[in-house]
C-alpha cells in the first residue's frame, strides 16, 4: 500500500516541524477541542436536520448557536469511519481489517499531544486489542469499552450498557452497582476536563449509544439496574428513542460542564455520526419514512449530522451546504489548535475552519470512499459523488437526488449535458485513487 502518492489539488503532503501559529481568532492559549461521536445515528434522527420520530433539544440548540452542515458523511461501518477520522486519510491508504487501527499510523490524538495538547478517550475502542493502544495512538487517558475484551461476558450478556465492563487506562473493570455506561464514560471525560481546565486538553467522545443492542436506558420507565446486559444482540428496537434521547441529554451535561467551568469561550464542540442508522430502524425525515443503512453505501448508511459550536467564535444560525467527509477532521482540527506544520503525512482532508468562521474556504468538489468491511478486494465498494451524482468503480451511476436508495441505475448512453459533465467530473475522481492499493 502506497502513502506517498501525490494528487495536486486534493491531497495534501506537507514536510516540516510542528510549530504553533495561533490565528487572530486565537487567545493566550489553543481551544480545547471536544469531538463527540455518537455510534450508529444518522442524519435523520436530529431534530434540527428535519427528523421528528425523537427529541435532540440539546444538538438542535447546538445547531442553532453554531454551524451545521448539511452535507457531512462517514464510511458505512464504525471501524472504517474511525480510521478515517482519526488519520485523515481515505481507507485506501491505512485500512487493513475490522477492529484494528495499524499501528504506524499518525493520529489526530498524537498530533494534538505532541503540539501541548493533554488528551483522552472514552466511549468504544474497536481499534487494537494492545493494552497501550489508546497511549500509542496518543490518548493519555482512556476509557474504553471493547479495547481487550470481548462484547460479552461469559453467559453471553452484552457488556457495553447497563453494568458495564470497560477498561481504563487498559485496566478491566467491571461495573455492577446499576451503573449505565453512557454516564462513566461522560464522568470520566468531565473529570479529564476538570483537571486539566488550565490548559489545552483535547476529549474524543467515541460514544458507545446509540449502537445495538437497543435496551432501556436509566431514563426508561422500565429501567431495570440489576440487568446484566441483553442477552441478544439487537435487544429491542422500541427503545432507541429512548437512547437518542439519553444521547442528547449526555451532549448537554458535556456543554453544562464546559460553561459551568467558565470556558465557552476557550472550546470547540463538535458532534457527528460514525455512519447511517441501524436496522431495522424506520424514522421520520422531511415527511418520509427513512429506513436506517448501517453497513449500507446508499445515503442512509453515509450521511450523518455535523454541528460544531464555540460560544463566542463562530456564529449562531450557520447552515452550511459543502461536502464534508471523514478525512477532513484531521485537518480542521490541527487548524484550530493552530498546527500548520506536521512532517510527512499524507492526508485527503481540507480543513473545513473556514466555513466554520464564515469564510469561503476550500469546498469539495466530490468525496471518495473506499469501503469494505475487513479490507478484502473481494467485498470492495469504491465510490465518488458529488450532492447530484454517484459513480462506482463498477460502473454504474446514479443521479442520487432523484433515486437515492439508488435502485435504477442511469442508462450512460441517454445522460443529458449536466449528467455527461458529473460522470466526466467523478471519473477522473475515481482514477487519482488508481494503484494506491
Known amino acids: 500500500m502506497s502513502s506517498t502518492a501525490s494528487f495536486p489539488g486534493f491531497l495534501i503532503i506537507i514536510s516540516g516541524i510542528f510549530f504553533l501559529s495561533f490565528q487572530s481568532f486565537a487567545q493566550d492559549r489553543p481551544p480545547n477541542i471536544i469531538l463527540i461521536m455518537a455510534d450508529d445515528l444518522g442524519v435523520e434522527t436530529i431534530g434540527s436536520y428535519g427528523g421528528t420520530s425523537y427529541q435532540t433539544p440539546f444538538i438542535d440548540a447546538m445547531a442553532a448557536q453554531g454551524a451545521k452542515f448539511e452535507n457531512a458523511f462517514a464510511q458505512p461501518l464504525c471501524t472504517p469511519s474511525r480510521v478515517q477520522i482519526m488519520t485523515g486519510q481515505y481507507n485506501v491508504r491505512n485500512y487493513t481489517v475490522f477492529g484494528q487501527l495499524d499501528r504506524s499510523q499518525t493520529t489526530f490524538a498524537k498530533l494534538l499531544k505532541d503540539a501541548g495538547y493533554k488528551t483522552a478517550i472514552a466511549g468504544k475502542w474497536q ?170 453505501t446508499t445515503e442512509n448508511g453515509i450521511h450523518v449530522p455535523l454541528v460544531v459550536k464555540w460560544k463566542g ?80 468503480k463498477t460502473g454504474e451511476f446514479f443521479n442520487i437526488q432523484d433515486d437515492w436508495l439508488e435502485e435504477d441505475p442511469l442508462d450512460l448512453k441517454g445522460l443529458d449535458r449536466q449528467g455527461k459533465k458529473a460522470f466526466k467530473t467523478l471519473t477522473k475522481a475515481l482514477s487519482k485513487f488508481e494503484g494506491i492499493r
Open 127 to 296: 481499534l487494537g486489542k494492545e493494552s497501550d493502544s489508546p497511549q500509542h495512538f496518543g490518548f493519555e487517558e482512556s476509557c474504553l469499552w471493547q479495547h481487550m475484551l470481548g462484547a460479552t461476558d461469559k453467559n453471553g450478556n452484552d457488556t457495553r450498557y447497563s453494568n458495564p465492563v470497560l477498561e481504563i487506562n487498559g485496566v478491566p473493570k467491571h461495573f455492577d452497582g446499576g451503573q449505565f455506561s453512557t454516564d462513566i464514560t461522560s464522568d470520566f471525560l468531565i473529570d479529564f476536563m476538570e483537571k486539566n481546565k488550565d490548559q489545552p486538553f483535547f476529549a474524543y467522545y467515541p460514544m458507545i449509544i446509540t449502537h445495538c443492542p437497543f435496551v432501556p436506558t436509566p431514563d426508561s420507565k422500565d429501567w431495570d439496574p440489576s440487568s446484566p446486559g441483553s442477552p441478544t444482540y439487537k435487544g429491542d428496537p422500541q427503545y432507541f428513542g429512548d437512547m437518542v434521547a439519553y444521547m442528547d441529554k449526555t451532549v448537554g451535561k458535556i456543554i453544562a460542564k464546559v460553561e459551568e467551568m467558565g470556558l465557552s469561550e476557550e472550546t470547540i464542540i463538535i458532534f457527528t455520526g460514525d455512519n447511517g442508522t441501524d436496522q431495522p430502524i424506520v424514522s421520520s425525515y422531511r415527511g418520509k419514512d427513512y429506513p436506517g443503512g448501517k453497513k449500507f
Open 313 to 392: 467564535k463562530i456564529d449562531s444560525g450557520i447552515q452550511n451546504e459543502d461536502l464534508i467527509d471523514f478525512s477532513d477532521f484531521l485537518p480542521t482540527l490541527l487548524d484550530l489548535a493552530g498546527i500548520k506544520a506536521v512532517h510527512g503525512i499524507p492526508l485527503d482532508g481540507v480543513s473545513f475552519m473556514p466555513q466554520l468562521m464564515g469564510k469561503e474556504g476550500n469546498p469539495r468538489n466530490w468525496i471518495y470512499s473506499w469501503y469494505s468491511r475487513n479490507g478484502d478486494l473481494e467485498s470492495l465498494q469504491e465510490f465518488v459523488w458529488n450532492k447530484e451524482y454517484k459513480l462506482y
